[in-house]
């Protein structure tokens, strides 16, 4: 399996706070990047943050601030937290991991993320 597996997502009241993961298989050594993006009804898919392979970080806009990336490297696991808080209504999407992989895009299923008001 190449594309990623995503966990976190789910229904929160504004203000609040959730937790996505992703973990992107295989080694460690040939990743460029991971990151999440999003996509809302209607709209088009957009970044929301990522890591790139040495160690920059890029965020939208529209999140700085209130999310944070982080990734986990112990025992050699690419995975990935993006941390969603003060989550508002606007922040409702389809949350994709992507995982760019000797240039090449690997995209999750997605987790629904919905912020209610």
């Known amino acids: 399996q190449v594309q990623p597996v995503e966990s976190g997502g789910g229904l929160v009241q504004a203000g609040g706070s959730l937790r996505l993961s992703c973990t992107a298989p295989?080694?460690?050594?040939?990743?460029?990047?991971i990151g999440w993006y999003r996509q809302a009804p209607e709209k088009q898919r957009e970044l929301v943050a990522r890591?790139?392979?040495?160690?920059?970080?890029?965020?939208a806009d529209s999140v700085k601030g209130r999310f944070t990336i982080s990734r986990d490297n112990a025992n050699a696991k690419n995975t990935v937290y993006l941390q969603m808080n003060s989550l508002k209504p606007e922040d409702t999407a389809l949350y994709y991991c992507?995982?760019?992989?000797?240039?090449?895009?690997?995209w999750g299923q997605g987790t629904q993320v919905t912020v209610s008001s």
């Open positions: 992507k995982v760019q992989r000797n240039w090449r895009d690997y």
């Open positions: 890591i790139l392979s040495g160690g920059d970080i890029d965020y």
């Open positions: 295989g080694s460690t050594f040939n990743i460029n990047s």
